[in-house]
């Protein structure tokens, strides 16, 4: 009687590098969108950032009338610096949309549109 050798059958060679491929293939994927969303959240505190900022510059225009007053051109908050440029545009009623922009040196930024009183008026 011969004894069957199918019975006492381990991994191959073969079946071995396949599951090491299929793991490593997963593992780089795995890597790859952590490495994504680390990319991806980086900008979010330079976005928040910016939007306070031009939070803060509406504040500004309306304190001072919508003129602008002597307010300046950058702004540094959180560590980074912030180029903030103001467009106006008068509406239907008689008030002025500002459109303030604040930008991060490295591309990030915020904008936000605020309606003001005509110039002269509190």
Do not use: C, H, K, W
Request: aromatic content about 2%.
């Amino acid at each position: 009687m011969r004894r069957r050798l199918d019975d006492d059958r381990g991994l191959t060679l073969l079946e071995l590098v396949i599951a090491v491929a299929v793991l490593s293939i997963g593992t780089l994927a795995a890597l790859r969108a952590t490495d994504q969303s680390r990319l991806a959240l980086s900008g979010a505190q330079t976005r928040l950032l910016a939007q306070v900022v031009v939070q803060n510059r509406a504040e500004e225009l309306q304190l001072y009338g919508g003129t602008g007053g002597p307010l300046p051109g950058t702004v540094e908050m959180g560590g980074r610096r912030f180029a903030v440029t103001v467009a106006y545009q008068a509406t239907a009623a008689g008030l002025r949309q500002a459109s303030i922009r604040a930008r991060a040196d490295t591309g990030e930024g915020a904008l936000l549109v605020a309606v003001l009183p005509p110039p002269g008026v509190r």
